[in-house]
Each structure stands twice: as structure tokens, then as C-alpha cells.
């Protein structure tokens, strides 16, 4: 299906930026929504940003105005600029991607998911 390898993290200080990103690579051609989640240790997976395949973007309230999503959508690489950095941001950041086909009468769902790559922003 599809496959999704995220770089890009590391160790910031508060008030530093990072970019992270995402490729997709195999069957792209499902792929309708592409985003960033993130976890943080002891706590549950939340949203962070998505982008549609038409460059509609959502942002989790936490974030907006200091990150932003794009999609280089010919080849399928999707992009956090992370400015603003807060301590509350560490954690780590995965990237997903959304979509499927019809093959026959049957739907076929995608939803991939990265390996994670770690933010953490400490002084």
C-alpha cells in the first residue's frame, strides 16, 4: 500500500523552529488527506495539522499560528514548519495519510501511519 518515512526531528530550545517531513512512497495514488500527530509520554495521540489533497488545512487550537502544514502533492511529501517551540511540543510526531480506492465493488481504506520521529524542546 502505502508507506510513509518522517525526518526532520530533534532537540530545540523554547522559541526555536524545526521542519519536519514525510514522503509517501507505493500505492499514492490513494492517498486523499495527508497529516501530523503527535504523542506525548504518558499521554494519548492527538491531531496536530492535516492538509487536504486540495491544500485545505485544520490545525489543533494548540498550535495555530505557530506551525504550518504543506503538501507538495506531485510528490507526495508533506511538511511541518514548527516555529514558536514550547515545551509542551515535545513529543513525538507521526505522520499519516488517509485516502483509498475502489477496486471492483469493494473500497479499500488507507490509513498509514510513519514511524514517529521525536521533537523535544527543552533549554
Known amino acids: 500500500q502505502v508507506q510513509l518515512v518522517e525526518s526532520g526531528g530533534g532537540l530545540v530550545q523554547p522559541g526555536g523552529s524545526l521542519r519536519l517531513s514525510c514522503a509517501a512512497s507505493?500505492?499514492?495514488?490513494?492517498?486523499?488527506?495527508m497529516g501530523w500527530y503527535r504523542q506525548a509520554p504518558g499521554k494519548q495521540r492527538e491531531l496536530v495539522a492535516t492538509?487536504?489533497?486540495?491544500?485545505?488545512?485544520n490545525y489543533a487550537d494548540s498550535v495555530k499560528g505557530r506551525f504550518t502544514i504543506s503538501r507538495d502533492t506531485a510528490r507526495e511529501i508533506v511538511y511541518l514548519q514548527m516555529d514558536s517551540l514550547k515545551p509542551e511540543d515535545t513529543a513525538v510526531y507521526y505522520c499519516?495519510?488517509?485516502?483509498?480506492?475502489?477496486?471492483?465493488?469493494?473500497?479499500?481504506?488507507?490509513?498509514?501511519w510513519g514511524q514517529g520521529t521525536l521533537v523535544t524542546v527543552t533549554v
Open positions: 499519516n495519510a488517509k485516502g483509498g480506492i475502489t477496486i471492483g465493488a469493494k473500497w479499500n481504506t488507507l490509513d498509514a
Open positions: 492538509i487536504t489533497r486540495g491544500r485545505l488545512t
Open positions: 507505493g500505492d499514492i495514488f490513494m492517498i486523499n488527506d
